[in-house]
């Protein structure tokens, strides 16, 4: 079996590239006129305008991701040489950051930013407050992602924290979000014993938190190893009586926190709810 090839160094060469607006403008030599010519930049598809041997436009139908990137012109014989031409610098902008207040500091508060530059890849987009708290990204489309913050590393209702986002090694520092000044508190819990084997339900008594049907969550923690946990059933809210109706399922003896959390609020207080 002969498993050698071949290489040919590519011919088309790229000698300028700039973004005006949504539109690409490449200029070089020998680039592919062929009917399969596929323009992009960082991944984003450019829809292919003119194209001659030493001219292609396109026009973009989304912004590309923020960066720094080298436009790629190619068709079934590879990929023009962009050669040392100055890359095109993509912006990160961030126009918006919700919810801006009453932001929970222990924690599970969604936050929405709105902006451009953004990836469809939620790894690639990293998100950290100038505490250094945490927030993990859920989802994330060109010009909104949401992430889920981890508990603040500093507790202080009077302090704007700004909100870091990074994507290909640009970062935007512009938007900021205060802490509530008390968090909601599960108070709680009847019955306070189970048996391990047992299926049990179980009532949570709260204190001002937001019980919606479908976004209030809680779980089984272990108190001696936080991530030792797993979810229980949530059966029904009730935001008039504040209360949480959940099934526990049974586990292995020993002392649990009931841990709450609820779309609106994040991690409620649970410091007394032992079970």
């Not at 050669?83 to 936050?111: Q, W």
């Not at 929405?112 to 530059?117: M, P, Q, S, V």
């Not at 272990?222 to 949530?234: M, T």
């Not at 526990?248 to 649990?256: K, M, P, V």
Request: aromatic share 6%.
């Amino acid at each position: 079996m002969n498993c050698g090839y071949t290489y040919n160094a590519p011919k088309a060469k790229i000698t300028s590239q700039k973004l005006t607006g949504n539109v690409i403008e490449v200029e070089g030599t020998d680039l592919p006129v062929t009917a399969d010519v596929e323009v992009s930049i960082s991944g984003t598809a450019c829809s292919v305008n003119i194209k001659t041997a030493t001219k292609v436009t396109c026009t973009l139908a989304s912004t590309p991701t923020a960066g720094d990137w080298h436009v790629e012109v190619r068709d079934s014989e590879g990929r023009a040489n962009p050669g040392s031409v100055a890359k095109i610098s993509i912006p990160l902008i961030v126009n918006s950051v919700s919810p801006k207040s009453n932001i929970n500091y222990y924690g599970g508060t969604v936050l929405t930013i709105k902006g451009t530059g953004f990836p469809l890849q939620t790894w690639k987009a990293k998100v950290k407050l100038d505490d250094g708290t945490g927030c993990k990204v859920l989802t994330s489309t060109s010009t909104e992602i949401t992430c889920k913050l981890w508990k603040f590393k500093t507790v202080d209702s009077v302090k704007s924290f700004k909100v870091g986002l990074t994507v290909h090694k640009k970062t935007s520092e512009t938007a900021t979000i205060k802490q509530i000044a008390a968090v909601p508190k599960s108070v709680g819990v009847v019955p306070n014993t189970a048996s391990p084997v047992l299926h049990t339900n179980l009532v949570i008594t709260v204190a001002g938190g937001t019980l919606v049907k479908d976004k209030v969550f809680v779980e089984l923690v272990a108190a001696d190893d936080e991530d030792n946990r797993k979810p229980l059933y949530v059966i029904k809210s009730d935001a008039f009586k504040q209360e949480i109706k959940v099934k526990f399922g049974g586990a292995i003896s020993g002392l649990y926190k009931l841990v709450v959390s609820t779309e609106a609020d994040g991690r409620l207080d649970d410091g007394s709810l032992n079970f």
